[in-house]
Structures are given as C-alpha cells and as structure tokens.
C-alpha cells in the first residue's frame, strides 16, 4: 500500500529530523518553515515545498505540526491561508508541541466540523531519538482518529501511549513538565544555598544522591552547579513557557498551584535577567545572585 502523504510545518531541531525519519521511511513529504536552510534540506532529500498552510493541508493526508507555542498554532490553523481553510474531509491533524489543551479541544472540534481529525501528540525524548524514530509520544483523541495515524506514530515513536479524549496528550506533558522543571529548579536553588553557606557540592550530591532525591534531574544540576557541565537540552524560556502554560490549565481547571507559581517566578525571572538560552540547570546562577 502508498503511504499517506505528509504535510510538515515546523524544522526545528525535533521537526527537522521527523522529517529526516518520515523520508527515510518513504513517507512523500510537503515542508513549510520560515527557516529557508531548514527547508532546503528537506527538499535535497525529495521534499515538496508549499507556499502557504492552506495548500499545504489541501494536499497532504496527514498535516503535521511541530510548532513552539499554542499562539502560532492557532495563527497557523487560523489565519486566512491557514490550515483549516485547505484541510480536507479525512484528513488528520497531529499537533506534536507542547500547547494548552483548552486551545487544543477548540482546534479539534472546528476542525472536526470539516469532517477532519486531530490527534495531540506531545513528545518526549531528544532530537537524536526523533532521526531515529525512537521518541516517546503521548498521543489522544478518539480512538478512531487514532487509529488511522497509528501506525505513522510508531515509524515516528518506539513508545506511544493513547491518553484518551483530545487535549489528554497536552495535559500529561504539561503536568510531566511541571513536576520534572520544579524540581530541576529546586535542586538548583539546593547547590546554590550549599555555595552559599560554605557546603561542598560534590559532597551534598554524594549524600544527596544515596537517597530517594536520587533522580536524573539531581545529576543534571550537579553536573553543571559542581562540573560547569551544562547537559540538559531543555532551555530555561522553554520550561518558563511549559509552566506557563500548566498554571492556564490549573486555572482553567478551578485550582491552582502555588508551587507551580514559584518555580514560574523564578524561571520567568532568570529569563529576564538574560538566560533564557540556557539549559534549565543553569538557573543555578540566577539562585547564586539572589538576595533578600
């Protein structure tokens, strides 16, 4: 049997080598991204090229979105070129970002009223992983909807989980970020208040680590607060967005979470100081400077 067509916005890091992977594999691909060199590689390997998100979706069979924020996916579905002007009956959209799942439940139910399908699919793991079609994807929708893309996903993915309705995928990847952000800021804070108070760091994560706050995430923020090793690809304007992003679901869920607002203030104000391209552990700085 063909394989479905493939409609790709979004050659990022993760995007660009999905698509890397989806070629490989003998997927047609149609490429959108406001990075001309992005695009370019893609069409070295026998990507097509749209010229707008409305032609895009008429062509493809399944539109693909690898986007940063709920703001431009709603541009990018929206906008009077934009995807839900061109997408066919049949067609399914899957949104692989991290956005807020209110936003993606309206997304899906108007594109839904154009006989169109839309899985959430939140992704874990690097963009090494992606080239190799080895990413954790947290996807929901119905399960109908599901079903048809799923064997796309699992070219794409070596775990993938169907979470349930729409927006489920979005709401585990937030609250999975919520807690894996909070406590990189929480270790962080730790080795610098060690700095501070004239305690070792190598010999607090030596203790530290012999007990149940042994994570990964300890061993990130000990490599760079001890070792100036800064390895965890995940920038502190990503994870400032991300806990944005889970305190609107809080809200829009009637609680709140003011363990959330504070790794968010702190976050948001280590990217104001200037340090929103570094890795999340690196907010180890911002702690180091803090004053009353």
Known sequence: MSKPTIGFIGLGLMGGNMVENLQNKGYPVIVMDLNKDAVDVCVQRG??????????????????????????????????????????????????????PASTRKIGADLAAKGAGMIDAPLGRTPAHAKDGLLNIMASGDLETFNKVKPVLEDQGENVFHLGELGAGHATKLINNFMGMTTVCTMAQAFAVAEKAGIDGQQLFDIM?????????????????????????????????DLGYFLQMVEDLGTESLIAQGSSANLNAALEAGMGNGNVPEIFDYFKTLTK
Request: glycine share 8%.
């Open 47 to 100: 990507a097509s090229v749209a010229g707008s998100n409305k032609e895009l979706a008429e062509k493809a069979d399944i539109v693909m979105l690898c986007l940063t924020t709920s703001k431009i996916v709603e541009h990018v579905i929206y906008s009077e070129d934009g995807i839900l002007a061109g997408i066919k009956s049949g067609s399914v959209l899957i949104d692989f970002g991290t956005s807020i």
């Open 209 to 241: 680590s012999t007990g149940p706050s042994s994570s990964p995430f300890m061993q990130f923020c000990k490599n760079y607060a001890v070792d100036n090793v800064s390895d965890l690809g995940f920038s502190i304007a990503n994870a400032n967005k």
